[in-house]
Each structure stands twice: as C-alpha cells, then as structure tokens.
C-alpha cells in the first residue's frame, strides 16, 4: 500500500491539528540568541593611561550613563588596578559591564615597572578562569568572566611621538589583550597636527613591532565597515557628559571660549567610530578573540609548564590522563628521592650530634678528673698545712705549760725567801734590811 494511501485513510478518521509555528531546525539561531538574552552577556574594559586623560569621562560617554568612581590623583606610590562592575539594560538585553582603570600609571619618577602590575593583573584573571576549568565541578555557565576583552590606550595628545612607557606597556601588553590606541583629548590639538600624529603613531607601532587589534574582514556584513574604520586607528576622541543646546537639539559638547567641539560630530572627533566599532559592531567578535586566541595562548602555556603535552617525544597522541599518570610518577619518584635525601640527611645529622656530644661528654670527664685532682691536691695541702698548724699549737701549748710551771716554781721560791727574812729579822732586831 502506498504512504499517501496509508495517510489518506489515517486523515479521514482523525481530527486535524494546526501547528502553532514554522517547524524546522532552522529556528535553532533563534533558540541560541533567546537563551544567551535570558542569561545575559558580560564586557570587561581595561582602561590605561596617563592621569587626567579623562578615561572615566569618555567611559561615561560611551555607555551614556554616571559610573561612579572616585577620582585619582598624581601622588600615588605605584600602579593600581581599580575594578568596578556595574548592570546595564538595554531594551531586553541585560550587561554586566566590568571597567578596570589604571591609578597612578605614569605618575612616578621611575615607570620602568608600570606595566607590572598590569599585566600581572590579566594574568591572574586568566588563572582565576583556568583554575575554574580544571575543577571536577566547573560551573562556567554561572561563572563571572572577569578576562579583560579589550583595553583602550589612551595616548596623550602631544601632537609628536609615543612615549618610551607606551611603546614598553603596549608591546607587553599585545600577546595578552586586545588594545585599541586612542588619542585623549583630541581638541587639544589641530586637525593638521593631529592627522600627522596618526600616521607618526602607527608608524612606531609598526616598526616597534606593537600587535594593535584589527577589527575583523572576514565576515562580509561587517567587512567594508571594519576595513574603513582599521585606516582611522587611533581613534582621536572627546569625551563629555555636560549636554548642550545646539540648534534644536540637546547634544553632547564641550564649550570653549573659541567655540563648541560636538563629541558626536564625526568632523570633530572619532567619538562615533569608537563606539560603533566597540559596542555596535565587535563587541562579541572581542571576546571570541580573548577566548581562542589570548586565553588559549596562556592555557597553553601554563600547561606545558605543568609538563602535560599533546604529542610524545615519538609525535604521538599523548592523552591527558597518561601525561597525569607520567606526572604523577614523576612526581612521586621525586617525592620519594627527596624522602631519601632527607632521611639520610636525618642520619647523618644525628651521627654527627652524636659524636659532638661523645666529644663533649669526653671534655666534660677530662674536666672532672683535672677538677677531681685538683681538688685533692689542695684537700692535701691544707691537711698537711692543718698538720702544721697542730704541731704548732701543740708545742704553744707545751712551752706555755713550761713557763707556767717555772713561774709557779719561782713564786713559791720567793714566798719561802720572804718568811725566811721576816723570821730572821724577827730573832734579831738589829738586822737592816734595805
């Protein structure tokens, strides 16, 4: 039986069903951007630049909107990088906007490491992403990628050549983030002056060997557009919140003494270029280019550093959990060597205490026994000297005993003299006596 027959006789028994919509896989773009509107998007700026170039003011013009910040002043020690995040709607599109800026670069005497800090600063957001990567549990649909997607340069408008530091930072900075070199204050300067800047500044950035962002031409909506606006880099650009009435309108201006410069007047500044090419045009074409090229060049880096490879010493696959079980070997053989070295260190500290407290222990008798002998050297001597002084004594009191006896011996000899006289002189008067 044929199908249109099979689906003949099912139709007429059955009840028919309009469909609510186009059926097809080609409605599969609009179910991707319904589901990135309802998550939202994140943009992350890295602003760098002198002090006073007026970087919050151009920010708060390109987004239109009062971001607050504190101001920054020339007496900083060092370089510090201030994060802020701020939740932007447009229409039903939600932004997490991130703008990073650079206090106090270029303010101290010695700028030899004012780009340190910077580029320690992207560095540790591509870890931070890395880290959250290698997790068993990664939860990167809920992860706030704080990787810097673009950062504006902002060059001051000396009408004659990069300075030393911008050539260091940008050359640092080009394998790491995609720059946008923009002239600050542009007003400061005169069209003439200016277009030669333009072309001086490229010309450093080439010989110098500077990778600037290139906005894409591969897609052909975008290609004409991005092909003109590449022969207008650096971007000249004013920046203003202060809105004023020109001709019917309410625009956004600077007022001077000699006139008024429009910031959205392309014959006055590249204002309107910028924004076009950064949020209009090339927004997401920035971050796909910080994921696969900038973030994909530090992940592989760090990973050859960690010793994981895709290829053996033999140019063959080398999967990741042979090269974890490699290191890990590795790693436990050396663990095992150092344990080694560190118990036969053990010993041989111990041996050598041992026989540092034998020789002390052997000085500490030597000692004892000089001592001991010492001691009964001088116990003899003053035994010997006590002796001595005994005889001494004894014979005191031998010669005192002696003359005690001849002293009483002399007394009674001179009591029987006396009474013999006295008995005389008593039988016979006429004795004198003297």
Known sequence: MAATDVARQVGEGCRTVPLAGHVGFDSLPDQLVNKSVSQGFCFNILCVGETGLGKSTLMDTLFNTKFEGEPATHTQPGVQLRSNTYDLQESNVGLKLTIVSTVGFGDQINKEDSYKPIVEFIDAQFEA???????????????????????????????????????????????????????????????SELTKFKIKITSELVSNGVQIYQFPTDDESVAEINGTMNAHLPFAVIGSTEELKIGNKMMRARQYPWGTVQVENEAHCDFVKLREMLIRVNMEDLREQTHTRHYELYRRCKLEEMG????????????????????????????????????????????????????????????????????????????????????????????????ELLQSQGSQAGGSQTLKRDKEKKNNPWLCTE
């Open 129 to 191: 992403y890395l880290q959250e990567e290698l997790k068993i549990r990664r939860v990167l649909h809920t992860y706030h990628d704080s990787r810097i997607h673009v950062c504006l340069y902002f060059i001051a408008p000396t009408g004659h050549s990069l300075k030393s530091l911008d050539l260091v930072t940008m050359k640092k900075l080009d394998s790491k983030v995609n720059i946008i070199p923009i002239i600050a204050k542009a007003d400061a300067i005169s069209k």
């Open 308 to 403: 994981f490879k895709d290829t053996d010493p033999d140019s063959k696959p080398f999967s990741l959990q042979e090269t974890y079980e490699a290191k890990r070997n590795e790693f436990l053989g050396e663990l095992q060597k150092k344990e080694e070295e560190m118990r036969q260190m053990f010993v041989q500290r111990v041996k050598e205490k041992e026989a540092e407290l034998k020789e002390a222990e052997k000085e500490l008798h030597e000692k004892f026994d000089r001592l001991k002998k010492l001691h009964q050297d001088e116990k003899k001597k003053l035994e010997d000297k006590k002796k001595s002084l005994d005889d001494e004594v004894n014979a005191f009191k031998q010669r005192k005993t002696a003359a």
